[in-house]
C-alpha cells in the first residue's frame, strides 16, 4: 500500500505516508489555503444570512494559479470569437462569479482544511514511528480528492502545464532543473489521486 490509495471495508480510503510525504502534503495544503484566502468577513450587522449571500467578486483572480482554480464560466481560450461575443461571455462569466465564487472558494477551503487536520491527527498518533497508515471516510476520501486535484492544478500553473505534451516533458528534466522538485511533488500527487478515483470508484 506504500504511496497508493487502497479500498477500506465498508468504504473509504487508506495509505501509507512516511513522515517526509506527510510534511510535503500538510505544507502544500497550508499553502493553498493561504492562497485561497480566508472566508468573508462577518457581517457586523448580526444578521445570519448576510454572509450567506454575500455578493462575490466579479472580475478573475490576478493570480494565475487562483485563476487557474476559478476560471470563467463562459469563455475558453482555445476558442476565438468575435469581440462581440467576447464581450458578452465576459459579462456572463462575471455575473456567474460573483454568484458562485465564494461558495467555491469556500468548499476548496474546507477540503484543504480537512486533509491538514486528518494529517495532524495521523502525526499525532504516530510519533516517532516513521510514518503511519492514513484511513478516510468516504466523506473524507471526496475531501482529500478535491484538495489534490487543487493541488495538481496549483502546481500546474506554476510550472505552465497546459496539455499531455507539456506533462511528458517534465519526465525529461535533468535532475539540475530548479523546476525538479514541483515536477516530483506533481507526479506524485497524480498517483496519489488516480489511485483514490480508483478507490472510491470500486
Same mark, same amino acid.
Given at each position: 500500500?506504500?504511496? *497508493?490509495?487502497?479500498? #477500506?471495508?465498508? !468504504?473509504?480510503?487508506?495509505? &501509507? +505516508?512516511?513522515?517526509?510525504?506527510?510534511?510535503?502534503?500538510? $505544507?502544500?495544503?497550508?499553502?493553498?489555503?493561504?492562497?485561497?484566502?480566508?472566508?468573508?468577513?462577518?457581517?457586523?450587522?448580526?444578521?445570519?444570512?448576510?454572509?450567506?449571500?454575500?455578493?462575490?467578486?466579479?472580475?478573475?483572480?490576478?493570480?494565475?494559479?487562483?485563476?487557474?482554480?476559478?476560471?470563467?464560466?463562459?469563455?475558453?481560450?482555445?476558442?476565438?470569437?468575435?469581440?462581440?461575443?467576447?464581450?458578452?461571455?465576459?459579462?456572463?462569466?462575471?455575473?456567474?462569479?460573483?454568484? *458562485?465564487?465564494?461558495? #467555491?472558494?469556500? !468548499?476548496?477551503?474546507?477540503? &484543504? +482544511?480537512?486533509?491538514?487536520?486528518?494529517?495532524?491527527?495521523? $502525526?499525532?498518533?504516530?510519533?516517532?514511528?516513521?510514518?503511519?497508515?492514513?484511513?478516510?471516510?468516504?466523506?473524507?476520501?471526496?475531501?482529500?480528492?478535491?484538495?489534490?486535484?487543487?493541488?495538481?492544478?496549483?502546481?500546474?500553473?506554476?510550472?505552465?502545464?497546459?496539455?499531455?505534451?507539456?506533462?511528458?516533458?517534465?519526465?525529461?528534466?535533468?535532475?539540475?532543473?530548479?523546476?525538479?522538485?514541483?515536477?516530483?511533488?506533481?507526479?506524485?500527487?497524480?498517483?496519489?489521486?488516480?489511485?483514490?478515483?480508483?478507490? #472510491?470508484?470500486?
Amino acid at each position: 500500500m506504500p504511496g *497508493t490509495f487502497e479500498p #477500506l471495508p465498508g !468504504g473509504g480510503a487508506a495509505v &501509507a +505516508l512516511d513522515d517526509v510525504e506527510i510534511s510535503i502534503i500538510r $505544507s502544500l495544503a497550508v499553502q493553498l489555503l493561504e492562497l485561497i484566502g480566508p472566508g468573508p468577513a462577518e457581517d457586523t450587522s448580526g444578521d445570519p444570512l448576510a454572509e450567506l449571500f454575500a455578493d462575490g467578486p466579479s472580475e478573475p483572480p490576478s493570480d494565475p494559479v487562483l485563476r487557474r482554480l476559478f476560471p470563467d464560466a463562459y469563455s475558453d481560450p482555445e476558442q476565438p470569437v468575435s469581440p462581440r461575443d467576447a464581450e458578452e461571455q465576459k459579462a456572463y462569466s462575471a455575473e456567474f462569479r460573483r454568484y *458562485t465564487e465564494n461558495d #467555491l472558494r469556500a !468548499g476548496k477551503r474546507d477540503s &484543504a +482544511l480537512a486533509v491538514i487536520r486528518s494529517l495532524d491527527a495521523l $502525526s499525532s498518533t504516530s510519533a516517532g514511528e516513521g510514518g503511519a497508515v492514513l484511513k478516510l471516510s468516504p466523506a473524507e476520501s471526496r475531501q482529500w480528492l478535491g484538495a489534490l486535484n487543487d493541488l495538481r492544478l496549483a502546481i500546474g500553473s506554476r510550472l505552465e502545464i497546459t496539455d499531455d505534451e507539456d506533462t511528458d516533458l517534465l519526465y525529461r528534466l535533468p535532475d539540475d532543473d530548479p523546476r525538479k522538485p514541483m515536477v516530483m511533488a506533481y507526479l506524485w500527487l497524480g498517483g496519489l489521486q488516480e489511485t483514490l478515483v480508483g478507490t #472510491l470508484m470500486a
